[in-house]
């Protein structure tokens, strides 16, 4: 596999390059910040992964290791592929990302074109023990503010994947919870899952009409 390219730059987009290595032109796809780094017609080195499939062979390069780490761990989530993980690699440092799934910010990554409340709630959850902040700090606790962020971004992400809107699903939540402020303390994501939709299940028999998806849970 090719770690890294290193050579003059022969072409230069906003979203790949071209580095002349020994005569052969690489076309490396990267991020517009770290393509910055690079000048038209002088030597530029880019740490890179090669992702091989059935019909090709894409190379995707990084500022450093750190960055390429960050991206191939963010490939190991379900429904992120490289160009995904590339994109958030352009919205979000490879630091904010890993302090965004350790304090359970799911909204950081909706931030990014593409990642919705499902895919952020992925990413959390699939990532928790897998990306860790190494920064100065990197040890303390996550802000109080971003705690209940945790459960209610998992626990939205629960609900769209059985059907409800988001806009829907965080108002369901929030009555739930209300109704049993000691559920939101625990942050029992299945507890309040659960409550949230047996919420649901009396307010459509009060109203007469279910707004719950065909499923059966």
Do not use: C
């Not at 991206?71 to 965004?100: C, K, N, Q, W, Y």
């Not at 209300?178 to 559920?183: G, K």
């Not at 649901?200 to 065909?214: E, F, H, K, T």
């Amino acid at each position: 596999m090719i770690s890294f390219v290193r050579g003059p730059v022969a072409h230069l987009s906003l979203a790949q390059a071209v580095i002349d290595v020994n005569g052969v032109g690489m076309l490396v796809h990267a991020t517009p910040k770290t393509l910055g780094g690079l000048r038209l017609g002088e030597e530029g080195t880019l740490t890179t992964s090669m992702i091989v499939r059935e019909d090709s062979m894409t190379l995707y390069g990084f500022a450093d290791a750190e960055e390429r780490e960050v991206f191939d761990i963010l490939m190991g989530v379900s429904g992120i592929g490289p160009r995904l993980a590339l994109a958030i690699l352009a919205v979000l440092e490879p630091e904010t990302i890993r302090r965004g799934v350790a304090g359970g910010d799911g909204k950081a990554f909706t931030k990014v074109p593409g990642v919705g409340p499902k895919v952020a709630g992925r990413i959390v959850l699939e990532l928790k023990d897998k990306l860790k902040p190494t920064g100065v700090g990197a040890t303390a606790a996550a802000p109080a503010a971003q705690v209940p962020l945790a459960w209610k971004d998992q626990v939205v992400a629960a609900m769209t994947s059985l059907g409800w809107n988001e806009k829907d699903a965080l108002k369901s939540i929030d009555a739930a919870v209300a109704a049993d402020p000691e559920l939101a303390e625990g942050a029992n994501v299945p507890a309040i899952l659960r409550a949230t939709l047996r919420w649901l299940g009396q307010d459509g028999a009060r109203q007469g009409s279910s707004r719950q998806p065909s499923r059966v849970l």
